[in-house]
Protein backbone atom coordinates (compact mmCIF):
# COMPACT_ATOMS: atom_id res chain seq x y z
CA UNK A 1 0.00 0.00 0.00
CA UNK A 2 2.59 2.55 0.89
CA UNK A 3 4.52 1.63 -2.50
CA UNK A 4 1.90 2.01 -3.87
CA UNK A 5 1.01 5.51 -3.04
CA UNK A 6 4.36 6.58 -3.36
CA UNK A 7 4.30 5.52 -7.02
CA UNK A 8 0.96 7.68 -7.34
CA UNK A 9 2.60 10.73 -5.97
CA UNK A 10 5.91 10.47 -8.32
CA UNK A 11 3.41 10.01 -11.21
CA UNK A 12 1.78 13.37 -10.80
CA UNK A 13 5.42 14.76 -9.63
CA UNK A 14 6.58 13.62 -13.07
CA UNK A 15 3.59 14.94 -14.88
CA UNK A 16 3.41 17.99 -12.71
CA UNK A 17 -0.23 17.56 -11.43
CA UNK A 18 -1.92 19.47 -9.21
CA UNK A 19 -4.06 17.10 -7.82
CA UNK A 20 -2.92 13.99 -6.35
CA UNK A 21 -4.08 10.61 -5.46
CA UNK A 22 -1.41 9.88 -3.19
CA UNK A 23 -0.84 11.25 0.28
CA UNK A 24 2.12 12.33 1.87
CA UNK A 25 5.45 10.38 2.43
CA UNK A 26 6.18 12.34 5.78
CA UNK A 27 4.78 14.50 7.89
CA UNK A 28 6.28 17.18 10.56
CA UNK A 29 4.12 16.82 14.07
CA UNK A 30 4.62 19.40 16.41
CA UNK A 31 3.38 18.10 19.60
CA UNK A 32 4.07 20.42 21.66
CA UNK A 33 4.87 24.21 21.21
CA UNK A 34 6.56 24.75 24.56
CA UNK A 35 10.10 24.96 24.72
CA UNK A 36 13.10 25.84 27.34
CA UNK A 37 15.59 27.73 25.54
CA UNK A 38 16.31 31.15 23.72
CA UNK A 39 17.70 30.78 20.13
CA UNK A 40 18.38 33.47 17.67
CA UNK A 41 17.87 31.75 14.69
CA UNK A 42 14.54 29.99 15.94
CA UNK A 43 11.38 31.18 14.20
CA UNK A 44 9.40 31.00 17.58
CA UNK A 45 11.36 34.30 18.63
CA UNK A 46 9.68 36.24 16.57
CA UNK A 47 6.01 34.43 16.53
CA UNK A 48 4.75 34.15 19.62
CA UNK A 49 3.80 30.24 20.87
CA UNK A 50 1.28 29.28 23.28
CA UNK A 51 2.43 26.91 26.17
CA UNK A 52 0.51 24.39 25.04
CA UNK A 53 0.82 20.76 24.02
CA UNK A 54 -1.10 18.68 20.80
CA UNK A 55 -4.42 17.16 21.82
CA UNK A 56 -4.23 13.35 22.15
CA UNK A 57 -7.19 13.44 19.69
CA UNK A 58 -5.72 15.50 17.25
CA UNK A 59 -2.19 13.36 16.80
CA UNK A 60 -4.62 9.92 17.37
CA UNK A 61 -7.00 11.40 14.15
CA UNK A 62 -3.91 12.39 12.20
CA UNK A 63 -2.32 9.17 12.49
CA UNK A 64 -5.31 7.13 11.72
CA UNK A 65 -6.10 9.13 8.62
CA UNK A 66 -2.51 8.85 7.62
CA UNK A 67 -2.03 4.94 8.36
CA UNK A 68 -2.14 3.82 5.21
CA UNK A 69 0.45 6.17 3.25
CA UNK A 70 2.54 7.96 5.91
CA UNK A 71 5.87 6.26 6.22
CA UNK A 72 7.94 8.38 8.47
CA UNK A 73 6.69 11.33 11.26
CA UNK A 74 9.24 13.99 12.45
CA UNK A 75 7.65 14.75 15.65
CA UNK A 76 9.17 18.27 15.96
CA UNK A 77 8.54 21.47 15.49
CA UNK A 78 9.07 24.72 17.61
CA UNK A 79 8.96 22.80 20.86
CA UNK A 80 11.05 21.06 22.73
CA UNK A 81 10.05 17.11 22.53
CA UNK A 82 10.38 16.03 26.11
CA UNK A 83 8.66 18.84 27.36
CA UNK A 84 5.21 16.88 25.86
CA UNK A 85 4.06 14.33 29.01
CA UNK A 86 2.88 12.57 26.19
CA UNK A 87 5.87 11.76 23.51
CA UNK A 88 6.78 8.30 24.78
CA UNK A 89 3.01 7.16 23.86
CA UNK A 90 3.03 8.73 20.49
CA UNK A 91 5.91 7.44 19.84
CA UNK A 92 4.51 3.56 20.71
CA UNK A 93 1.31 5.12 18.71
CA UNK A 94 2.81 5.49 15.28
CA UNK A 95 4.95 2.42 15.59
CA UNK A 96 1.09 0.47 15.96
CA UNK A 97 0.60 1.97 12.90
CA UNK A 98 3.72 1.30 10.84
CA UNK A 99 4.78 4.35 10.92
CA UNK A 100 8.33 5.03 11.84
CA UNK A 101 9.38 8.36 13.93
CA UNK A 102 11.90 10.82 14.34
CA UNK A 103 12.77 12.97 17.36
CA UNK A 104 15.30 15.97 17.65
CA UNK A 105 16.12 17.42 20.97
CA UNK A 106 18.28 20.23 22.15
CA UNK A 107 19.13 17.91 25.12
CA UNK A 108 18.76 19.84 28.29
CA UNK A 109 16.36 17.32 29.35
CA UNK A 110 17.76 13.83 28.06
CA UNK A 111 19.50 13.14 31.28
CA UNK A 112 19.66 9.06 32.03
CA UNK A 113 16.12 8.51 32.82
CA UNK A 114 14.69 10.05 29.84
CA UNK A 115 17.60 8.45 28.05
CA UNK A 116 16.50 5.16 28.99
CA UNK A 117 13.13 5.49 28.32
CA UNK A 118 13.47 6.93 24.90
CA UNK A 119 15.64 3.84 23.94
CA UNK A 120 12.90 1.47 25.08
CA UNK A 121 10.66 2.77 22.40
CA UNK A 122 10.73 1.94 18.60
CA UNK A 123 11.93 5.35 17.69
CA UNK A 124 13.86 4.78 14.72
CA UNK A 125 16.08 8.06 14.42
CA UNK A 126 16.93 10.35 17.30
CA UNK A 127 18.67 14.42 16.08
CA UNK A 128 20.85 15.46 18.69
CA UNK A 129 20.97 19.37 18.00
CA UNK A 130 24.09 20.72 19.06
CA UNK A 131 24.86 24.50 17.37
CA UNK A 132 28.96 24.56 17.87
CA UNK A 133 32.45 23.27 18.92
CA UNK A 134 32.70 25.69 21.58
CA UNK A 135 31.21 26.96 25.05
CA UNK A 136 31.29 30.62 23.63
CA UNK A 137 29.67 29.61 19.94
CA UNK A 138 27.40 27.12 21.17
CA UNK A 139 26.03 29.02 24.66
CA UNK A 140 24.94 31.66 21.87
CA UNK A 141 22.95 29.99 19.31
CA UNK A 142 21.79 27.73 22.49
CA UNK A 143 20.71 30.66 25.08
CA UNK A 144 19.62 29.08 28.16
CA UNK A 145 21.50 25.55 27.89
CA UNK A 146 24.88 25.14 29.59
CA UNK A 147 27.77 23.48 26.76
CA UNK A 148 29.36 21.05 29.24
CA UNK A 149 25.57 19.76 30.96
CA UNK A 150 24.24 19.23 27.14
CA UNK A 151 27.47 17.44 25.54
CA UNK A 152 27.22 15.23 28.63
CA UNK A 153 23.38 14.67 27.72
CA UNK A 154 24.54 13.57 24.17
CA UNK A 155 27.42 11.46 25.06
CA UNK A 156 26.09 9.85 27.20
CA UNK A 157 23.01 8.68 24.85
CA UNK A 158 24.98 7.60 22.85
CA UNK A 159 27.30 5.56 24.54
CA UNK A 160 23.80 3.77 26.22
CA UNK A 161 22.83 3.22 22.66
CA UNK A 162 25.96 1.70 21.66
CA UNK A 163 26.03 -0.86 24.58
CA UNK A 164 22.38 -1.66 23.92
CA UNK A 165 22.55 -2.18 20.04
CA UNK A 166 19.74 -0.47 19.91
CA UNK A 167 18.71 0.10 16.52
CA UNK A 168 17.63 3.96 16.54
CA UNK A 169 19.67 6.02 14.27
CA UNK A 170 21.53 8.60 16.11
CA UNK A 171 22.79 11.85 14.37
CA UNK A 172 24.18 14.65 15.94
CA UNK A 173 23.53 17.94 13.89
CA UNK A 174 25.24 21.51 13.63
CA UNK A 175 23.42 23.54 11.49
CA UNK A 176 25.98 26.05 10.09
CA UNK A 177 25.74 29.75 10.18
CA UNK A 178 28.19 32.84 10.07
CA UNK A 179 29.03 32.10 14.12
CA UNK A 180 30.12 28.64 13.73
CA UNK A 181 31.10 27.73 10.51
CA UNK A 182 34.71 27.77 11.13
CA UNK A 183 34.17 24.86 13.78
CA UNK A 184 32.57 22.60 11.01
CA UNK A 185 35.83 20.34 11.21
CA UNK A 186 36.07 20.22 15.32
CA UNK A 187 32.86 19.64 15.22
CA UNK A 188 32.72 16.53 12.84
CA UNK A 189 35.77 15.35 14.43
CA UNK A 190 34.26 15.49 17.94
CA UNK A 191 31.17 14.07 17.16
CA UNK A 192 32.09 11.25 14.75
CA UNK A 193 34.37 9.49 17.53
CA UNK A 194 31.90 9.15 19.98
CA UNK A 195 30.62 5.31 19.81
CA UNK A 196 26.57 4.90 19.30
CA UNK A 197 26.95 7.96 16.71
CA UNK A 198 25.37 7.39 13.45
CA UNK A 199 26.06 10.30 11.39
CA UNK A 200 27.21 13.86 11.78
CA UNK A 201 25.37 16.31 9.87
CA UNK A 202 26.25 19.58 8.43
CA UNK A 203 22.72 21.46 8.06
CA UNK A 204 22.29 24.78 6.59
CA UNK A 205 20.65 27.34 7.79
CA UNK A 206 16.76 27.24 6.44
CA UNK A 207 15.64 30.08 8.19
CA UNK A 208 15.92 33.53 7.17
CA UNK A 209 16.18 35.32 11.01
CA UNK A 210 20.07 35.94 10.60
CA UNK A 211 20.26 36.70 7.06
CA UNK A 212 17.18 38.78 6.33
CA UNK A 213 18.00 38.91 2.55
CA UNK A 214 18.81 35.67 1.71
CA UNK A 215 16.37 33.85 -0.73
CA UNK A 216 16.25 31.95 -3.82
CA UNK A 217 17.24 33.46 -7.02
CA UNK A 218 14.36 33.14 -9.68
CA UNK A 219 16.52 30.26 -11.61
CA UNK A 220 16.63 28.43 -8.89
CA UNK A 221 12.94 27.67 -9.57
CA UNK A 222 12.95 25.82 -12.28
CA UNK A 223 12.68 22.70 -10.40
CA UNK A 224 9.30 22.38 -8.37
CA UNK A 225 9.98 22.39 -4.91
CA UNK A 226 9.34 18.56 -3.55
CA UNK A 227 7.52 19.44 -0.59
CA UNK A 228 4.17 20.32 -2.61
CA UNK A 229 4.09 16.78 -4.19
CA UNK A 230 5.46 14.12 -1.35
CA UNK A 231 5.84 16.29 2.18
CA UNK A 232 6.26 16.36 4.68
CA UNK A 233 3.35 18.50 5.61
CA UNK A 234 3.67 20.52 8.80
CA UNK A 235 1.03 19.96 11.26
CA UNK A 236 0.86 22.75 14.10
CA UNK A 237 0.05 21.15 17.57
CA UNK A 238 -3.65 22.65 17.69
CA UNK A 239 -4.34 20.65 14.28
CA UNK A 240 -3.51 23.51 11.49
CA UNK A 241 -1.87 22.09 8.68
CA UNK A 242 0.73 23.95 5.88
CA UNK A 243 2.04 23.15 3.10
CA UNK A 244 5.50 22.85 4.72
CA UNK A 245 7.26 24.09 8.09
CA UNK A 246 8.44 26.95 5.86
CA UNK A 247 5.24 28.45 4.96
CA UNK A 248 4.42 28.73 8.74
CA UNK A 249 7.62 30.10 9.84
CA UNK A 250 7.31 32.91 6.95
CA UNK A 251 3.92 33.60 7.60
CA UNK A 252 1.26 31.50 5.30
CA UNK A 253 -1.85 31.11 6.10
CA UNK A 254 -2.98 27.31 6.80
CA UNK A 255 -4.74 25.20 4.17
CA UNK A 256 -7.09 22.97 6.61
CA UNK A 257 -7.08 21.16 10.06
CA UNK A 258 -7.11 17.92 11.39
CA UNK A 259 -10.07 17.04 12.84
CA UNK A 260 -12.49 19.56 10.23
CA UNK A 261 -11.36 18.31 6.73
CA UNK A 262 -10.00 15.03 5.55
CA UNK A 263 -6.65 15.23 4.88
CA UNK A 264 -6.51 14.02 1.16
CA UNK A 265 -9.04 17.51 1.08
CA UNK A 266 -6.55 19.23 3.07
CA UNK A 267 -3.82 17.72 0.41
CA UNK A 268 -5.86 19.01 -2.98
CA UNK A 269 -7.10 22.09 -1.10
CA UNK A 270 -7.32 24.85 -3.47
CA UNK A 271 -3.91 26.31 -2.17
CA UNK A 272 -2.23 23.22 -2.21
CA UNK A 273 -3.40 23.12 -6.59
CA UNK A 274 -2.47 26.35 -6.61
CA UNK A 275 0.70 26.30 -5.70
CA UNK A 276 1.43 23.35 -7.53
CA UNK A 277 0.44 24.69 -10.70
CA UNK A 278 2.52 28.07 -10.30
CA UNK A 279 5.95 25.77 -9.55
CA UNK A 280 5.31 23.44 -12.29
CA UNK A 281 5.14 26.38 -14.57
CA UNK A 282 8.90 27.79 -13.01
CA UNK A 283 6.43 30.76 -11.23
CA UNK A 284 6.90 29.97 -8.00
CA UNK A 285 8.61 33.20 -7.02
CA UNK A 286 5.37 34.87 -7.63
CA UNK A 287 3.69 32.53 -4.05
CA UNK A 288 4.58 35.24 -1.22
CA UNK A 289 6.19 32.54 1.02
CA UNK A 290 7.90 30.42 -1.58
CA UNK A 291 9.42 34.49 -2.66
CA UNK A 292 11.33 34.18 0.80
CA UNK A 293 12.36 30.39 1.19
CA UNK A 294 15.34 29.49 2.20
CA UNK A 295 14.93 25.82 2.61
CA UNK A 296 17.62 23.92 -0.29
CA UNK A 297 16.37 22.79 -3.26
CA UNK A 298 16.81 19.17 -4.34
CA UNK A 299 17.13 18.04 -8.19
CA UNK A 300 14.34 16.00 -9.41
CA UNK A 301 17.08 13.00 -8.99
CA UNK A 302 16.77 13.37 -5.32
CA UNK A 303 13.41 14.05 -5.42
CA UNK A 304 12.86 10.73 -7.63
CA UNK A 305 15.16 8.96 -5.16
CA UNK A 306 13.00 10.09 -2.28
CA UNK A 307 9.90 8.34 -3.58
CA UNK A 308 11.53 5.27 -4.52
CA UNK A 309 12.68 4.26 -0.99
CA UNK A 310 10.54 4.16 2.29
CA UNK A 311 10.60 7.84 3.95
CA UNK A 312 13.00 6.38 6.87
CA UNK A 313 15.58 4.90 4.36
CA UNK A 314 15.42 8.21 2.90
CA UNK A 315 15.39 9.79 6.40
CA UNK A 316 18.61 7.33 7.48
CA UNK A 317 20.55 8.51 3.92
CA UNK A 318 19.73 12.19 3.85
CA UNK A 319 23.02 13.68 6.39
CA UNK A 320 25.41 11.78 3.67
CA UNK A 321 23.55 13.21 0.74
CA UNK A 322 23.41 16.80 2.31
CA UNK A 323 27.44 16.08 3.03
CA UNK A 324 28.40 15.16 -0.57
CA UNK A 325 26.37 18.07 -1.88
CA UNK A 326 27.38 20.86 0.57
CA UNK A 327 31.64 19.99 0.50
CA UNK A 328 31.29 18.81 -3.38
CA UNK A 329 31.53 21.55 -5.90
CA UNK A 330 30.06 18.82 -8.64
CA UNK A 331 27.59 16.91 -6.18
CA UNK A 332 26.42 21.03 -5.01
CA UNK A 333 23.93 20.97 -8.56
CA UNK A 334 21.88 18.26 -6.81
CA UNK A 335 20.98 20.65 -3.75
CA UNK A 336 20.49 24.36 -3.95
CA UNK A 337 20.76 26.51 -1.12
CA UNK A 338 19.53 30.19 -0.69
CA UNK A 339 21.87 33.06 -1.38
Known amino acids: MRAWNRAKLLWGYFRGNSILSGLPVEHIVETTAKCNLYCPMCPRETIKQPKEDMPAEIFDRLVQETGRSAEHMMLIGLGEPFLDPLIFDRIEYCARHN?????????????????????????????????????????????????????????RFARMKHERRAKVQVVVQMVRMNGNAAEVDEFIRFWSAVPGVDQVRIKEDETNLLRPDARHNPSDWRHPCHYLWRGPLYVKHNGDVYPCCQSYMLGGKPVGRIGEQPLVRIWNSDEMRRMRRLHVEGRAGE?????????????????????????????????????????????????????
Not at 296 to 311: D, K
Not at 325 to 339: G, I, K, Q, V
Open 99 to 155: ISTLLSTNGTLLDEKASARLLSTPIRHVTLSFDGATKETFEFYRKGARFEAVRDNFV
Open 287 to 339: IDVCSRCCTVIPHPLLVVGSLLFHGSTVCRFLPAVERLAYFSRWASRLLRPAR
